[in-house]
């Protein structure tokens, strides 16, 4: 494409990505995806795999604000779950 580098591609993350931040964080963590489908949440896990929590989203919301202060220091994944499959997975850090 004419005037397209790999700076300005849209990939599948930019549509059906996982957004995390602050990241490390000491207290609230914001959990975002463009996605606006009404069967959507987001799987928190501990690093050996076990889950802790599950988010689920509100309708026609696109962000989560979790109170992280539940979970003790360490590093943490996050799984968007779109429609029962799994569309993103991300790492974050509760410091």
């Known amino acids: 494409m004419v005037g397209m580098n790999e ?3 849209i990939t599948k993350k930019d549509l059906f990505g996982l957004s995390i931040y602050p990241n490390p964080s000491q207290g609230e ?3 975002s995806t463009k996605v606006l489908s009404d069967n ?3 799987e928190i ?3 050996s795999g076990v889950l802790i929590e599950k988010l689920e989203f509100q309708r026609n ?3 989560i604000l979790f109170n992280s202060s539940c979970l003790h220091p360490g590093v943490y994944v996050a799984k968007l779950i ?3 499959q799994t569309s ?3 790492k974050f850090i509760i410091q």
Do not use: S
């Open 40 to 42: 959507r949440h987001i």
């Open 29 to 31: 963590v914001t959990f």
């Open 45 to 47: 896990y501990n690093i």
């Open 61 to 63: 919301i696109n962000q």
């Open 88 to 90: 993103d997975v991300t």
């Open 7 to 9: 700076e300005n591609r």
């Open 82 to 84: 779109i429609e029962g």
